[in-house]
């Protein structure tokens, strides 16, 4: 096991640190077990790369490669995928953006918070702007792979401990939170033999729509983004949920090379043996082609819980964990970090 054992971490956008200090944390993270970085280079409003069609912050991405290969690293860059806060975008294309159960389009009224403006599977537009952005980073040389985050709709039911926090109760689908009802939606569903969701009484209660819409986000990753990526001799990798069903995420049929679930016990009111049950059942879900590392929520653990969690993931049957995120990271967490990473073989 040891020998197979991979690491990651996700690193928040960061544009002001020098290269000397990037060499001492980079060299930090290897020292303590981590193999693979997954800096955001695109956070949903701007691009942290030389992009030609993305409003640019820093060429952070352009940074941190050739540090990262100094340093043993590898690279694989985090993009917010379907989230799009870009004003030129949202002015003038509003009708790329999904709407939900009541007609309401994320453009202007996006659920829970201000950055869920998702744009719609569906669109051949969509298509073609996200195929821009993959084609740009998967040229970029040294890199792992194109990391795909918020692939997905908006979340029809959020994690349990997180709907308090806006004053909401989600015993069942409700349209306000229940996306894609666009026009280009609705017509592609009934080209295949469905009716007019809208026209529906209770369409949450429709299985075939439910699924319809899941097979329209895995359309998107297995025929419109990876073979962009793969093309260019590049990685597909994925941050999931692991209750796919509430995001029509059905990441185990999208043939990745890595698959990232978000197993963020403390959302969902669970302990540790919960990271390990999900494991085993992403695990049983993807098959022996693809590898499933645990992403585990720094904050919710102590340096004590991270280690239990480590190895609860393994025996899960994960390859390895991705930490979120390297910031959240006290000294005593990467030295908890490190000690279990000696303990398991990984570190002499």
Aim: hydrophobic content about 40%; overall charge negative; glycine content about 6%.
């Amino acid at each position: 096991m040891a020998s197979s054992l991979k690491h990651w971490t996700w690193v928040n956008t960061d544009l002001q640190t020098s290269d000397d200090e990037w060499r001492r944390r980079l060299g930090r993270m290897r020292e303590a077990g981590i193999d693979a970085i997954l800096p955001e280079i695109f956070n949903n409003h701007t691009a942290a790369y030389a992009s030609h069609h993305l409003p640019v912050a820093g060429r952070w991405l352009e940074q941190l490669l050739p540090l990262a290969a100094e340093a043993g690293i590898e690279v694989h860059a985090w993009m917010h995928t379907m989230t799009c806060t870009i004003p030129a975008i949202v002015d003038q294309h509003p009708d790329w953006y999904a709407v939900n159960g009541c007609g309401e389009s994320a453009a202007d009224k996006p659920a829970y918070v201000g950055y869920y403006k998702f744009l719609c599977p569906s669109r051949p537009e969509v298509r073609a702007f996200l195929q821009q952005r993959v084609a740009e980073l998967a040229a970029y040389p040294g890199l792992a792979s194109v990391h795909l985050d918020y692939i997905r709709l908006p979340d029809v039911i959020l994690a349990s401990a997180l709907q308090p926090n806006y004053g909401i109760v989600q015993d069942r689908e409700y349209p306000p939170y229940d996306y894609c009802y666009c026009s280009s939606c609705r017509a592609a569903y009934q080209e295949v033999g469905g009716p007019d969701p809208a026209t529906e009484a209770d369409p949450a209660a429709d299985p075939a729509w439910r699924q319809f819409r899941c097979d329209l986000v895995t359309r998107l990753v297995t025929e419109g983004l990876s073979p962009v990526i793969r093309a260019a001799g590049k990685q597909v990798t994925a941050a999931v949920f692991p209750n796919w069903q509430h995001v029509r995420q059905e990441w185990s049929r999208w043939g990745l090379d890595a698959a990232l679930p978000m197993l963020y016990h403390s959302f969902y009111h669970e302990g540790i043996d919960w990271v390990r049950a999900e494991c085993a059942r992403g695990v049983a879900a993807l098959g022996p082609a693809t590898p499933l590392y645990s992403g585990l929520f720094v904050p919710a653990l102590t340096p004590d819980e991270l280690v239990a969690a480590v190895r609860a993931s393994l025996e899960g049957g994960a390859q390895g964990v991705s930490l979120f995120a390297s910031g959240s990271l006290s000294d005593e967490h990467w030295r908890a970090f490190a000690r279990v990473n000696r303990e398991l073989g990984k570190l002499s």
